[in-house]
């Protein structure tokens, strides 16, 4: 097994030991210079509310090469493309050795909060932003409902699944009731047989 650089691993501790609000980020299990990565839309954005998950590889040439990162929550946004790769300078030409994996990560979230249409990676929506700012993020709105809120799918599945095993047991219990009922009749019929009251 190749052994990881230094830097890597004090990168992934640091992570790990003072998470970023807003942002985690994890080592894959079976590759360590992979990360899943999590980012919350950031406050009043329209990415607001949502969950986004990303994936960042370390390429061997790290930390001379810039790191990759790229959604796979698919996503509107101007500087994201459709496979979900970024159009970030840091990523690109004006990467340092000396960034961090947080420091990329908090550049993605001020990204969400400010979209850059003018260096764009997707040129629709770009066009869309600088035409129609509102309109744009009320698309990005759209797209966050459907694919990044899925951290409010769950309770809601096992709600329903709880509603539903709730109403099978109460059949249960009824179809129960009604047997104990139906046997005690058929053993003594006149136990249900209604009642008679003589007055003197």
């Known amino acids: 097994m190749t052994r990881l650089p230094r830097r890597i691993i004090k990168e992934t501790q640091r992570g790990l030991a003072e998470p970023v609000p807003g942002i985690k980020a994890e080592p894959d299990e079976s590759n360590a210079c992979y990360f899943h990565v999590v980012i919350a839309g950031p406050q009043d954005s329209p990415f607001e509310g949502a969950t986004f998950k990303l994936e960042l ?3 061997e040439e790290y930390p001379m090469a810039a790191r990759k990162v ?5 996503i509107y946004h101007p500087n994201a493309g459709k496979l979900g ?3 970030l300078d840091i990523l690109k030409d004006e990467w340092s050795p000396a960034l961090q994996i947080c420091t990329v990560l908090l550049s993605i ?3 969400l909060s400010a979209p850059n249409p003018d260096d764009p990676l997707a040129s629709d929506v770009a066009k869309q932003w600088q035409t129609n700012e509102a309109q744009a993020m009320e698309t990005a709105r759209a797209w966050m409902r459907l694919y990044a809120m899925n951290i409010y799918i769950d309770p809601i599945i096992k709600l329903v699944s709880l509603l539903l095993f709730c109403q099978d047991f109460f059949l249960f ?14 053993k003594s019929p006149d136990i249900f047989s ?3 009251i003589k007055c003197p």
């Open 194 to 196: 209604p009642l008679t």
């Open 85 to 87: 790769r970024l159009c």
């Open 70 to 74: 790229s959604f796979t929550t698919e």
């Open 57 to 59: 590889f370390l390429p």
């Open 109 to 111: 979230q001020a990204l």
């Open 173 to 186: 219990y009824l179809h129960v009731m009604d047997t104990v009922l139906e046997t005690l009749q058929n």
